[in-house]
């Protein structure tokens, strides 16, 4: 960051990290991709091992501009960001604990000439204690130019990474938690000053070994006023890896009021998990007729309380005065 400029923020702008199945990496000037088989063609590097394995490997960065373009290589590790659960992969300069750490590439810096490819090789050495499951990471091309970003105090630097996806052999274990699940709704200050709305968020976390693909559910039980009672929820990551915990937030308009549970379910890869809280959402014509029906309940109390007291009053002051005008009287023989 000193390098570039001490006024300047540097971000690392990491873009085509795609799935398995997607097409190869590549932001329009470059691209990294496995080199392809003669029988099947790739688009990421899909390895399976046991613990202790060492093998190699090959990529194919490509140059699509017109000019010759250096290029730092090195292995990151791969993770969901938290605010949006998209995938991301950790820099150079940061502390790498997985796929980042076991092993590198031949060169760390490439020249590739204007509209042509080079092929690197690189050795991945899986560690004999290495945890059974599903390791995610990629090997990364980072143009070291610092481009102009959208402020004047922001600087890029642009990079590509093609997915290494690497299952160690052993148990396989798929596990979810639901956790701190809120369903938090806001309503205008008076009726007809503005528009309800519902928001669902939950931290998803895959406390398994294997990378997931999630589906969720939100349910209201109880008493419902108006709107479904089950809503498809769609801001979930496309995949969530082993350990990673993302934060999931989805408005709802339309979504029903009552009183009584939400409760979100999450499955993936044959297993699932819950998570529940309860919920008061009452509209504003159901308030007012509660306390219209308050208010006239509690007059008529009032006013029966009056008239008691009234009677009452009334009753014991002439019982005194009868009694007082017979002891007054003298006795007739």
């Given at each position: 960051?000193?390098?570039?400029?001490?006024?300047?923020?540097?971000?690392?702008?990491?873009?085509?990290?795609?799935p398995a199945q997607a097409r190869?990496?590549?932001?329009?000037?470059?691209?990294?991709?496995?080199?392809?088989?003669?029988?099947?063609?790739?688009?990421?590097?899909?390895?399976?091992?046991?613990?202790?394995?060492?093998?190699?490997?090959?990529?194919?960065?490509?140059?699509?501009?017109?000019?010759?373009?250096?290029?730092?290589?090195?292995?990151?590790?791969?993770?969901?960001?938290?605010?949006?659960?998209?995938?991301a992969v950790r820099g150079s300069?940061?502390?790498?604990?997985?796929?980042?750490?076991?092993?590198?590439?031949?060169?760390?810096?490439?020249?590739?000439?204007?509209?042509?490819?080079?092929?690197?090789?690189?050795?991945?050495?899986?560690?004999?204690?290495?945890?059974?499951?599903?390791?995610?990471?990629?090997?990364?091309?980072?143009?070291?130019?610092?481009?102009?970003?959208?402020?004047?105090?922001?600087?890029?630097?642009?990079?590509?990474?093609?997915?290494?996806?690497?299952?160690?052999?052993?148990?396989?274990?798929?596990?979810?938690?639901?956790?701190?699940?809120?369903?938090?709704?806001?309503?205008?200050?008076?009726?007809?000053?503005?528009?309800?709305?519902?928001?669902?968020?939950?931290?998803?976390?895959?406390?398994?070994?294997?990378?997931?693909?999630?589906?969720?559910?939100?349910?209201?039980?109880?008493?419902?006023?108006?709107?479904?009672?089950?809503?498809?929820?769609?801001?979930?990551?496309?995949?969530?890896?082993?350990?990673?915990?993302?934060?999931?937030?989805?408005?709802?308009?339309?979504?029903?009021?009552?009183?009584?549970?939400?409760?979100?379910?999450?499955?993936?890869?044959?297993?699932?998990?819950?998570?529940?809280?309860?919920?008061?959402?009452?509209?504003?014509?159901?308030?007012?007729?509660?306390?219209?029906?308050?208010?006239?309940?509690?007059?008529?109390?009032?006013?029966?309380?009056?008239?008691?007291?009234?009677?009452?009053?009334?009753?014991?002051?002439?019982?005194?005065t009868g009694q007082g005008g017979?002891?007054?009287?003298?006795?007739?023989?």
């Open positions: 960051m000193r390098r570039a400029s001490v006024a300047t923020l540097l971000l690392v702008v990491l873009t085509a990290f795609l190869a990496a590549d932001n329009g000037e470059w691209s990294v991709e496995p080199a392809d088989s003669a029988i099947t063609p790739r688009t990421a590097f899909q390895l399976s091992a046991r613990p202790g394995a060492t093998f190699a490997d090959r990529a194919v960065v490509s140059n699509r501009t017109g000019e010759p373009l250096t290029l730092r290589l090195h292995l990151a590790d791969a993770y969901n960001t938290p605010r949006d659960g998209g995938l300069e940061e502390t790498q604990r997985d796929v980042g750490t076991w092993g590198r590439p031949e060169q760390d810096v490439v020249t590739v000439p204007a509209h042509a490819a080079v092929t690197v090789a690189f050795t991945l050495a899986v560690p004999a204690d290495a945890p059974p499951g599903d390791h995610v990471g990629a090997l990364v091309a980072v143009d070291e130019r610092v481009r102009p970003g959208a402020g004047s105090f922001i600087g890029v630097r642009r990079a590509v990474g093609a997915r290494i996806h690497l299952r160690v052999e052993g148990a396989q274990r798929p596990a979810l938690a639901v956790e701190g699940l809120r369903l938090t709704t806001s309503n205008p200050p008076a009726p007809g000053t503005g528009d309800s709305s519902t928001t669902v968020s939950f931290t998803l976390h895959n406390t398994g070994n294997v990378t997931l693909d999630p589906r969720a559910i939100l349910r209201i039980g109880g008493v419902r006023i108006g709107g479904p009672a089950t809503r498809q929820l769609t801001n979930l990551p496309a995949e969530l890896l082993p350990g990673e915990q993302v934060r999931v937030t989805e408005g709802w308009e339309g979504a029903p009021s009552g009183w009584g549970e939400a409760t979100v379910t999450v499955t993936a890869g044959g297993i699932g998990a819950t998570g529940s809280v309860g919920f008061l959402d009452l509209p504003w014509i159901l308030l007012a007729a509660a306390l219209a029906l308050a208010g006239g309940g509690a007059a008529v109390l009032l006013a029966r309380r009056r008239r008691r007291t009234g009677r009452g009053g009334r009753t014991g002051r002439g019982g005194r017979r002891a007054g009287r003298p006795a007739v023989g």
